[in-house]
Each structure stands twice: as C-alpha cells, then as structure tokens.
C-alpha cells in the first residue's frame, strides 16, 4: 500500500534518553517534513528535506536532528529526551517542495517523555 | 512573517446542520497558496483542497464548499449537510516563496457533528 509509514506507534521514554522515529515513503516524493503537533498549537514544522541528501530547520528544530540518505528515509532523532518534547509526531512527503504541493502525511507517532 | 489563524477552536453542530470553519491569513507574498487538511480520529492528515493566491474562484465538491476572499485575507469552508463522519480536527495551512516555500498551519478547529 502506497504511502508514508511512521514507528513507533507510541513510546514511552526516560528523560535524557536517545530516540528514533523512523518515517519511510513508498512515493517517491523529494520532499519530507517532520511535524511536532500539540493541542492549540496545531503543527509545526521541526525539520524538512527538500531532496536527498539536503535538510533544512523548520520551525522548532532545537533538539532534534534529521538526515536523509536516500529518497524514502527520513529519521529524526532526539539526542537526549526532555518532558518538553511530549508531543505527537508526524512524517510527512510531498512531490517536490514547492509551495503548491500538497503533503502527505503518515499516521503519527505519540512520544512521551516523563 | 507568515501566519494562519483558525479563531474557532471548537464547533458543535447536529447533523444536517451547516458549518462553516474560518481561516484569516497573513502574508506578505504575491504569490502563495492556502490548503485545508482533515485530521479524523484516526489522526492521519488528509489533504482536502488547494487554493493558488491568484484562483478567487469558489470551489465546491459535494458537500464541501470554500471561499476565498483576498480582501478580507480569508479561506473559510462550508461544510453543508454535515455528517457524524465529518466529525474532525480540520486544518488551514499556507505556503509561499516566504520561509522557503515551507507550510505554515493553524492551530486547527475541531468539529463535533452529533447524531
């Protein structure tokens, strides 16, 4: 089935502890985002990458880090979990990173950090 | 700087009643363009329409409709007839060349629609 797929579903973690979301697309779109989604804030954009190999800082990019090796992948890593970053977390793709093209977004990834 | 705003955090409506949702943007480009996205339950976005800043055209599509309006700075969607299944957190979104084309999205709207 053609789309993007997000793991874990959800995670529990220390504070200070090193995590990993992984994000894969099957569309192959040049264009991924990771989005952090908290209740009033609606989403806002982490990291993105408009091709692989090249990424770039969103919004709220402290804490976190991206890489993009090749065109599916696109990780985001938390080097040392804070409470702060207890959110839900969305993969998402699109054809090209031109202001027209609409996103694609995965099913989510709801982290706790206590 | 670019902003979307969804002032309605939260509608309660009963089914076949109509719905309208609010977005006002702010930007500085010539060029841009406006998207609203659902999120259901299940918690994935879907993507429902996109607007270029140069179509003031209102579109429709089934039960949907939007309305673009340049001078007032919004993009407000109708939802006609509404159904327990539009039951959602809906979302505003902008892009432009602004920021490196990257989206910009309101805090949302949830919807209840009850039976």
């Known amino acids: 089935i053609a789309g993007i797929t997000q793991a874990p579903t959800s995670q529990i973690l220390a504070a200070g502890r090193r995590m990993t979301l992984r994000c894969t697309q099957d569309m192959r779109h040049n264009a991924m985002y990771w989005y952090r989604q908290d209740l009033g804030l609606g989403l806002r954009l982490i990291h993105y990458s408009n091709t692989a190999g090249t990424t770039g800082k969103g919004e709220v990019p402290d804490g976190y880090s991206v890489s993009r090796a090749n065109t599916d992948d696109f990780p985001l890593t938390l080097a040392s979990a804070v409470p702060s970053q207890t959110s839900v977390y969305f993969c998402?793709?699109?054809?090209?990173?031109?202001?027209?093209?609409?996103?694609?977004f995965g099913p989510g990834t709801r982290l706790t950090v206590l | 700087a670019q902003k979307v705003t969804q002032a309605q955090t939260e509608i309660s409506v009963v089914e076949k009643e109509d719905v309208t949702l609010d977005c006002v943007y702010e930007t500085r480009d010539t060029t841009y363009y406006l998207f609203w996205y659902k999120q259901p339950p299940s918690g994935e976005l879907v993507f429902l329409i996109r607007?270029?800043?140069?179509?003031?055209q209102n579109e429709i599509s089934g039960r949907y409709s939007w309305n673009f309006q340049k001078s007032t700075s919004s993009f407000n969607f109708t939802i006609t007839a509404s159904q327990v299944v539009d039951s959602a957190v809906y979302f505003c979104a902008l892009s432009g060349n602004t920021g490196g084309f990257k989206t910009i999205f309101g805090a949302g709207t949830r919807l209840f629609v009850k039976a």
């Open positions: 998402a793709s699109s054809e090209a990173s031109g202001s027209l093209n609409e996103q694609f």
């Open positions: 607007r270029n800043s140069f179509d003031e």
